[in-house]
């Protein structure tokens, strides 16, 4: 019984703790909205192509190329959420939406191509008819996940692209003129 309730104390103190934090970020004027960004050693062609194919499930709101910039349209994700937060003792979502928002920056190192690639996720709420749409912090599981299907692209891509360039060279030395 002490053990339970030593372990229940020490979950709200923790809930009580991020919840405070964000009260603070808040107050203070700082920033609650996260990004999360990787960088990844390849041209701006092969990443911008990969982020689009990471993003093929979401509908483009926003693609702009030379800008560097990709923005979802807002997806419903209310059962979701309702899921998810089930398991706690968080009251059920009326509305739930996101978005992804995500930059391709170009740049080098060691005089090599190095593409940027930020991403931030929108996620709002509704509890009730009455309540406005609330924003809420992420977990970071999305946006690491988006991260992750965008490297595995570019190494695909990347591979495929010596594979054609080795059979071209193969075919071009076997080739007589």
């Keep these: 019984m002490l053990?339970?309730?030593?372990?229940?104390s020490l979950l709200?103190?923790?809930?009580m703790a991020t919840?405070?934090?964000?009260?603070?970020?808040?107050?203070?004027?700082?920033?609650?909205?996260?990004?999360?960004?990787?960088v990844y050693y390849t041209d701006f062609n092969t990443a911008w192509q990969s982020v689009l194919d990471g993003l093929k499930h979401?509908?483009?709101?926003?693609?702009?190329?030379?800008?560097?910039?990709?923005q979802t349209k807002w997806t419903d994700n209310t059962d979701d959420k309702n899921f998810a937060d089930s398991f706690g003792d968080a009251d059920?979502?009326?509305?739930?939406?996101?978005?992804?928002?995500?930059?391709?920056?170009?740049?080098?190192?060691?005089?090599?191509p190095a593409i940027k690639v930020t991403v931030m996720r929108?996620?709002?709420?509704?509890?009730?008819v009455l309540e406005g749409w609330q924003p809420v912090e992420?977990?970071?599981?999305?946006?690491?996940?988006?991260?992750?299907?965008?490297?595995?692209?570019?190494?695909i891509k990347m591979k495929l692209s010596k594979i054609?360039?080795?059979?071209?060279?193969?075919?071009?030395e076997s080739t007589t003129f």
């Design 58 to 70: 979401n509908r483009l709101d926003v693609s702009n190329r030379e800008g560097g910039f990709v």
């Design 12 to 15: 709200v103190l923790a809930l």
């Design 138 to 155: 992420t977990d970071s599981i999305e946006e690491n996940t988006l991260l992750y299907r965008v490297g595995r692209l570019i190494m």
């Design 164 to 172: 054609e360039e080795e059979k071209t060279r193969k075919a071009l």
């Design 19 to 38: 919840s405070c934090v964000s009260a603070y970020k808040e107050t203070v004027g700082g920033e609650t909205e996260q990004t999360f960004s990787k």
């Design 3 to 8: 053990r339970k309730f030593a372990a229940l």
């Design 122 to 128: 929108d996620q709002l709420v509704q509890r009730d």
């Design 92 to 112: 059920a979502y009326l509305k739930a939406q996101y978005r992804f928002k995500v930059t391709v920056a170009k740049s080098f190192f060691n005089g090599k």
